[in-house]
């Protein structure tokens, strides 16, 4: 939300074009201070990072790489690129690694080599990602590599594992392109067309004394927009491509305000030129697909989450790639999210598997459907049996952030539940597991699963759990209690005496552990069982 000027109010800057406001400057400076920690409780990622859009955006891209190297074979030896455009948090990139691995192995396709490459304009979110043990498996595979990219600059994107620029003789295959949530990030213009007229919106930006250091603003959100307009009577860009697109505007809508993704596109000429125009570009983000939805809007407001976002005119870059030799596949009107697919250099109608993709994970049950099922069992997952929870979880690919939503009413269903839907639970537990992506202040996932087969009295597995989840949890008295417990009921009844005790020097009030260890020593010495 915006907020209304106020008289104590200093002027930051003054009628400036939307993509020149130094907003985009502070937006950047947020992301390079906060780093990894934008994603703890600050910046919404889960619509975008989950293992559900990673399976949709796999099949995707598997789908396309058969059906381009059945169309070209002889460039079936060439690696496929996958690029990530403002990565983020990385699990998405890790979510994408695990179920492309997996299909490539069950397509018999491991002869074709993938490059990932995480890009983000920060070094600050690469160094998380260099040293991330979900990632390792796939940096020593050789599947995953780095690099910094700004997308409003045109600066060479060089893999900084391999050494190589993204560039016309390294990228023969199409380049495979990945933008979510980052259309939204980067720079827009502003535009209001009224009476068949067109006008550049020109934002100033006021804020409070006390809001300013050195004469810049301190906190985003403590920022007040106030647009002018002013007509525009000749071409506004220097692209004629981008003219038409405003003059389609101008004549078809009544009355609105409409943003300009000038920075997305910017970044797309750029990535059309270093890959020979061949480009298939997947991005979910919120924003309007049809140049209906553009008309009737009052002047774009910032929404604040941390960081800022605006609404994607998707319709625009669906045109700009359609009017540059391009096309575009935009799934039907939904509230919220929506995932669209661009591209270039490439015939979609000879491309019968991408189309059937397309139609299968994009348009009939896609990421923005998915989640707002999600959303629904999220509020009401009190209400839910064992049933219900165990086929949402199948639904969610066996998500750890949706499980540890859920985890306590699993656990107080798990006596009273059907032994079969426990089992299905059960066989699954692993493949939760193995979709954990460590994030700071996160809940560790092995904990849980640990928890799981304590509850259903599997000790051996639950152990082998809360021995996974050490390095991660660190020495609490809850994990070592429960190991103890599992070692105990295991036979294993010295170990457990040691589990026991460093458990008490971690709680040297716990009246259970004492009386564990008093009752082991005893059964050292001869005592009884228990
Ligand atoms: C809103 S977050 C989205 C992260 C991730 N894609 C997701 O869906 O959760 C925007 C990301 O873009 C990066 N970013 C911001 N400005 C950028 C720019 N000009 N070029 C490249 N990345 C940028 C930020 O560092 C951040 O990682």
């Given at each position: 939300?915006?907020?209304?000027?106020?008289?104590?109010?200093?002027?930051?800057?003054?009628?400036?074009?939307?993509?020149?406001?130094?907003?985009?400057?502070?937006?950047?400076?947020?992301?390079?201070?906060?780093?990894?920690?934008?994603?703890?409780?600050?910046?919404?990622?889960?619509i975008?990072?989950?293992?559900?859009?990673?399976?949709?955006?796999?099949?995707?891209?598997?789908?396309?790489?058969?059906?381009?190297?059945?169309?070209?074979?002889?460039?079936?030896?060439?690696?496929?690129?996958?690029?990530?455009l403002?990565?983020?948090?990385?699990?998405?990139?890790?979510?994408?690694?695990?179920?492309?691995?997996?299909?490539l192995?069950?397509?018999?396709?491991?002869?074709?080599?993938?490059?990932?490459?995480?890009?983000?304009?920060?070094?600050?979110?690469?160094?998380?990602?260099?040293?991330?043990?979900?990632?390792?498996?796939?940096?020593?595979?050789?599947?995953?590599?780095f690099?910094?990219?700004?997308?409003?600059?045109?600066?060479?994107?060089?893999?900084?594992?391999?050494?190589?620029?993204?560039?016309?003789?390294?990228?023969q295959?199409?380049?495979?392109?990945?933008?979510?949530?980052?259309?939204?990030?980067?720079?827009?213009?502003?535009?209001?067309?009224?009476?068949?007229?067109?006008?550049?919106?020109?934002?100033?930006?006021?804020?409070?004394?006390?809001?300013l250091?050195?004469?810049?603003?301190?906190?985003?959100?403590?920022?007040?927009?106030?647009?002018?307009?002013?007509?525009?009577?000749?071409?506004?860009?220097?692209?004629?491509v981008?003219?038409?697109?405003?003059?389609?505007?101008?004549?078809?809508?009544?009355?609105?305000?409409?943003?300009?993704?000038?920075?997305?596109?910017?970044?797309i000429?750029?990535?059309?030129?270093?890959?020979?125009?061949?480009?298939?570009?997947?991005?979910t983000?919120?924003g309007?697909?049809?140049?209906?939805?553009?008309?009737?809007?009052?002047?774009?407001?910032?929404?604040?989450?941390?960081?800022?976002?605006?609404?994607?005119?998707?319709?625009?870059?669906?045109?700009?790639?359609?009017?540059t030799?391009?096309?575009?596949?935009?799934?039907?009107?939904?509230?919220?999210?929506?995932?669209?697919?661009?591209?270039?250099?490439?015939?979609?109608?000879?491309?019968?598997?991408?189309?059937?993709?397309?139609?299968?994970?994009?348009?009939?049950?896609?990421?923005?459907?998915?989640?707002?099922?999600?959303?629904?069992?999220?509020?009401?997952?009190?209400?839910?049996?064992?049933?219900?929870?165990?086929?949402?979880?199948?639904?969610?690919?066996?998500?750890?952030?949706?499980?540890?939503?859920?985890?306590?009413?699993?656990?107080?269903?798990?006596?009273?539940?059907?032994?079969e839907?426990?089992?299905?639970?059960?066989?699954?537990?692993?493949?939760?597991?193995?979709?954990?992506?460590?994030?700071?202040k996160?809940?560790?996932?092995?904990?849980?699963v640990?928890?799981?087969?304590?509850?259903?009295?599997?000790?051996?597995?639950?152990?082998?759990?809360?021995?996974?989840?050490?390095?991660?949890?660190?020495?609490?008295?809850?994990?070592?209690?429960?190991?103890?417990?599992?070692?105990?009921?295991?036979?294993?009844?010295?170990?457990?005496?040691?589990?026991?005790?460093?458990?008490?020097?971690?709680?040297?009030?716990?009246?259970?552990?004492?009386?564990?260890?008093?009752?082991?020593?005893?059964?050292?010495?001869?005592?009884?069982?228990?």
């Open positions: 939300m915006t907020t209304p000027p106020t008289t104590s109010s200093v002027l930051v800057e003054e009628n400036k074009s939307l993509s020149q406001s130094s907003l985009w400057r502070m937006q950047r400076e947020y992301f390079e201070q906060e780093s990894i920690n934008a994603w703890v409780n600050q910046v919404p990622f889960y975008t990072s989950n293992p559900f859009i990673a399976y949709c955006y796999s099949q995707l891209v598997i789908n396309f790489i058969r059906d381009w190297t059945k169309k070209h074979p002889e460039t079936k030896h060439l690696p496929f690129y996958i690029l990530e403002g990565t983020g948090s990385g699990r998405l990139s890790f979510y994408v690694l695990k179920t492309l691995t997996e299909l192995e069950a397509y018999k396709m491991t002869d074709i080599k993938i490059c990932y490459v995480m890009s983000d304009f920060t070094r600050n979110n690469i160094k998380y990602y260099e040293t991330h043990p979900a990632l390792l498996p796939y940096l020593e595979k050789g599947m995953v590599d690099a910094i990219y700004n997308m409003e600059l045109d600066k060479p994107i060089t893999l900084l594992r391999q050494h190589i620029t993204l560039n016309p003789e390294t990228l295959n199409p380049l495979i392109v990945f933008a979510n949530y980052i259309f939204d990030t980067i720079s827009h213009d502003g535009f209001t067309v009224h009476d068949k007229k067109l006008y550049e919106l020109l934002i100033s930006l006021k804020t409070e004394m006390s809001n250091k050195d004469n810049r603003p301190v906190d985003m959100e403590k920022l007040e927009t106030v647009y002018h307009i002013k007509e525009i009577k000749s071409d506004y860009y220097s692209d004629p981008l003219n038409d697109i405003l003059e389609e505007y101008k004549t078809h809508l009544h009355e609105s305000s409409l943003l300009f993704p000038i920075g997305s596109i910017h970044a000429k750029y990535l059309n030129k270093i890959s020979n125009n061949k480009l298939f570009i997947i991005s983000d919120k309007y697909g049809t140049l209906n939805s553009l008309d009737y809007h009052g002047h774009p407001s910032l929404s604040f989450h941390g960081s800022f976002s605006l609404m994607v005119n998707f319709h625009a870059i669906s045109e700009f790639f359609k009017k030799g391009g096309g575009s596949f935009m799934q039907s009107t939904r509230k919220g999210i929506k995932t669209s697919v661009f591209y270039n250099g490439i015939q979609l109608n000879e491309l019968t598997d991408t189309q059937y993709a397309l139609q299968q994970y994009v348009e009939e049950f896609s990421p923005s459907d998915y989640f707002t099922l999600h959303r629904r069992v999220s509020d009401s997952f009190q209400e839910c049996d064992l049933d219900t929870i165990a086929a949402h979880m199948h639904l969610t690919r066996w998500d750890p952030h949706m499980y540890l939503k859920l985890k306590n009413r699993v656990i107080s269903l798990i006596s009273e539940a059907d032994p839907t426990v089992e299905f639970m059960a066989t699954y537990m692993p493949k939760l597991a193995s979709n954990f992506y460590h994030l700071p996160t809940e560790c996932v092995l904990f849980e640990g928890v799981f087969f304590h509850a259903t009295k599997n000790y051996q597995e639950a152990l082998r759990y809360y021995e996974q989840s050490l390095p991660f949890v660190g020495e609490q008295f809850s994990l070592r209690y429960n190991i103890a417990l599992c070692q105990h009921h295991l036979g294993r009844n010295e170990d457990a005496l040691a589990s026991f005790k460093k458990a008490l020097e971690l709680n040297p009030d716990s009246k259970e552990t004492k009386e564990w260890v008093t009752f082991l020593e005893k059964g050292k010495n001869g005592g009884e069982e228990k």
